[in-house]
């Protein structure tokens, strides 16, 4: 193994857990001082067009009312585009609350109530009139799509498609086994438990500390001091524990704005909370239409891929996502052409939801693969071997590791795969049609720039701090554990910092990236602390350690000893006393190695089975069991590990049998804003889930090597499933999510 540990890859249970059973973890606005003030938003009931009245009247005069804000008194704010534009913008126009009569989107905010507790506000709310001047709503993809376009300004260069290798039209002309087809793919909501919000309090002096449901408490402060034009130094962004994000929060939302807009305006703390309505109405994984063309010679080596994807946006800014990509890199192929458009809709502008982009192109592309090995008549997991890439041939690059052919080896030994009847409907359980259905997932392995502070005392204790972000994920954990590791300490040793703006500068928590970068800060930091306790240690006359090096040196048993003998060494005690210090803390700083990227490209690797019964009456699909086995590089801790990618696996349930934000194209509204109307798994839909980690070892994706597992968890499972549905009915359902209409009425795109 590359790495050995005492506490680090031990699945320990999440340090923060007790004060989140036990309701001492205070979230966003769970915090209060008395006479603060709450906010009430009203709500756009028109997808499109201008407010041409606006009547306060009525709410104004409700008891308990302290103000009310529209765009007619809205406080002067930034003006140019570049002060509301947060890390992790998008190009266009960021939204603005408020800043007019025009309305963008279904739920825009048009009014903030602002009164002495929260019913008065919603009270007050409830009896503002507003009447608009409505345009005709395109909110319809499959309408829209003839106007699709490349996106003028990229998001990101490698969002945008690797230039055509080969000739795909003429080699896909010439294959004797090919498929083409259309997926749709319907927009899908975040739904995190925890609600948008945000406690702004004031001080007497202007100071603000503002606790927001963000994925970066740095990112949420900037946006703040830029828009509103405050010192940095007078605002502090908290955001110690966040319930549940899944990307809808890497972005400031409209209530953080209006919060402080408030609380500048009265001078007043002021508390502001989204309802579950409004979670829908903002930042949502956009509808996408697919086609993937697939050619392979008789043995099934693939001759030609081409991938097209068109998925939505906003009006006011140009939202992308890597969806198509994928397919130049899954599997080996020299003749490739991938192609990516937008198309604006009268809605709001989607985000990030787990797994952006790859959740929605790698459906396509593990749905068709699965098309493309009935045609050629071989297994569709043998067929995926055979085209096994040991290169990233959209970069023309090696790959740090990918220990993909274990994923599939430990994967379809653990579910039997073996057992599997190759033809459709061949496989029963009394009334049930029994499926089997397998997909490969990809996610990029990547590090973002990383700080961290270390701090160790003469009694052995060890403080880690960043402004990192912990989303449930277990970020807390893990810091802990490297902390720990770092100075041989049990976890319970180790003091966690995070989620606070003044903390040191780590990028918002996405993309799978804090474990690797905010850890390899900690364990750069770590280091440091080690150089600089070596460095007074060797000042001790006689010192056994006089002649060692940085390298030659560790933390044991609360001494620093040589690695090579522990019985050489000093105590840390002994050490700090000598030198007349009670502590040492040292700046770590991590970051991508650009020497390594620009030849190597890193991701992570998954191989998930699927085994559906549907009821052949009635068409009810029922997923019994899932085997994810997953590539990640090292596991910091199994179970928190484990949960993120059983997180991952339910939501691709959901991906696949039941979630799609419905909109009436009539009004441009969305319908189903609530989890009642919006399908998300529940208890009784999940089964037997099995999660694998095979062994893996990279020592370039990171420096502690980690690749991290947010989102690959989710990406393949909808193609599973809908492949284990084929495998079981023999229907082909190309549009998700796959409901009992649809298995029922047979093969279908719409």
């Known amino acids: 193994m590359l790495y050995q540990s005492k506490v680090v890859g031990l699945p320990l249970p999440r340090i923060d857990g007790p004060l989140k059973v036990t309701g001492q973890a205070r979230y966003a606005t769970e915090h209060y001082e008395p006479g603060m003030l709450h906010g009430y938003i009203s709500l756009s009931t028109v997808a499109t067009g201008r407010i041409t009245e606006i009547d306060t009247s009525q709410a104004e005069r409700y008891a308990g009312v302290v103000k009310i804000y529209t765009h007619r008194n809205r406080p002067a704010v930034a003006e140019k585009d570049d002060k509301w534009k947060d890390e992790v913008a998008l190009p266009g126009h960021p939204f603005r609350p408020l800043e007019n009569d025009r309305i963008l989107f279904d739920g825009q905010p048009v009014a903030l109530v602002i009164a002495d507790t929260f019913e008065a506000a919603r009270g007050a709310a409830s009896l503002i009139r507003v009447t608009y001047q409505p345009d005709e709503p395109h909110t ?20 945008m498609p690797p230039p055509p290798r080969g000739d795909a039209e003429k080699a896909f002309a010439e294959a004797p086994c090919k498929i083409a087809a259309d997926y749709f793919i319907e927009g899908e909501h975040h739904n995190p438990m925890e609600l948008f919000g945000s406690t702004v309090l004031w001080e007497k002096d202007g100071e603000l500390t503002i606790h927001d449901k963000t994925q970066g408490s ?7 001091c830029n828009v509103f034009g405050l010192e940095p ?59 993937v063309s697939l050619a392979a010679d008789r043995d099934g080596y693939l001759q030609s891929v081409m991938h097209h994807a068109v998925h939505a946006t906003s009006r006011y800014e140009d939202y992308q996502e890597n969806v198509a990509n994928w397919s130049g890199m899954a599997y080996a192929c020299d003749n490739v052409k991938i192609s990516y458009e937008i198309a604006k809709l009268d809605m709001s502008t989607p985000g990030d939801m787990r797994a952006p982009g790859a959740a929605t192109g790698v459906t396509a592309l593990e749905t068709a693969m699965d098309e493309l090995a009935y045609e050629v008549g071989i297994d569709p997991l043998e067929l995926r071997i055979r085209n096994f890439s040991h290169r990233d041939q959209n970069m023309d690059k090696d790959i740090t590791s990918k220990a993909l052919h274990a994923c599939y080896r430990e994967g379809a030994a653990r579910f039997g795969w073996s057992e599997r009847k190759p033809a459709p409907r061949s496989m029963r359980d009394g009334n049930d049609l029994v499926g089997w259905g397998m997909a490969t997932g990809f996610w990029e392995a990547q590090m973002s720039q990383a700080e961290a502070k270390v701090r160790l005392t003469a009694d052995g204790n060890v403080t880690v701090s960043a402004a990192a972000s912990d989303i449930g994920t277990g970020t807390y954990t893990i810091l802990a554990q490297l902390g720990a590791e770092a100075f041989d300490i049990p976890v319970d040793q180790v003091t966690v910092l995070i989620g606070d703006s003044t903390l040191p500068k780590t990028a918002v928590e996405g993309g799978s990236w804090t474990a690797a970068s905010t850890g390899s800060a900690i364990q750069a930091g770590a280091r440091m602390v080690i150089a600089t306790l070596l460095g007074h240690a060797k000042k001790i006359d006689g010192s056994p350690l006089a002649h060692a090096t940085e390298d030659q040196v560790e933390v044991a048993d609360g001494r620093l000893v040589l690695e090579s003998n522990h019985q050489i060494g000093l105590a840390i005690s002994d050490i700090m006393q000598a030198a007349g210090i009670s502590f040492i803390e040292e700046h770590g700083k991590a970051g991508p190695d650009n020497t390594i990227m620009k030849k190597f490209s890193a991701y992570t690797h998954s191989a998930v089975f699927v085994e559906v019964k549907v009821d052949e009456e009635l068409g009810m699909a029922r997923i019994t069991r899932v085997v994810s086995s997953i590539a990640a590089g090292r596991i910091l801790n199994p179970k928190t590990a484990r949960s993120q990618i059983l997180g991952g696996v339910v939501m691709g349930i959901g991906m696949a049998l039941h979630e799609e934000g419905m909109v009436d194209h009539r009004t441009g509204r969305i319908m189903n804003h609530n989890l009642a109307e919006y399908h998300v798994p529940a208890h009784a839909d999940i089964e037997e889930i099995d999660v694998i980690f095979v062994e893996e070892d990279d020592d370039k994706a990171s420096p502690i090597g980690v690749k991290g597992l947010g989102e690959i968890g989710i990406v393949g499972v909808a193609a599973a499933v809908s492949n284990a549905i084929f495998h079981a009915t023999g229907t082909r359902v190309r549009a998700f999510p796959i409901t009992i209409d649809k298995i029922l009425n047979g093969e279908t795109t719409q």
């Open 218 to 224: 740095q990112n949420s402060h900037d946006y703040v």
């Open 233 to 291: 130094d007078k605002v502090t962004v908290k955001n110690s524990f966040v319930g549940g994000a899944f990307g809808q929060a890497l972005r400031p939302k409209h209530q953080l704005f209006l919060a402080v807009m408030a609380s500048l305006d009265l001078k007043r703390s002021v508390k502001l909370e989204m309802s579950r309505r409004e979670m829908f109405y903002l930042t949502w994984r956009p509808t996408a239409i697919q086609a």
């Open 140 to 159: 319809d993809l499959r309408q829209e799509e003839a106007n699709s376009y490349v996106p003028p300004v990229p998001r990101m260069e490698a969002f």
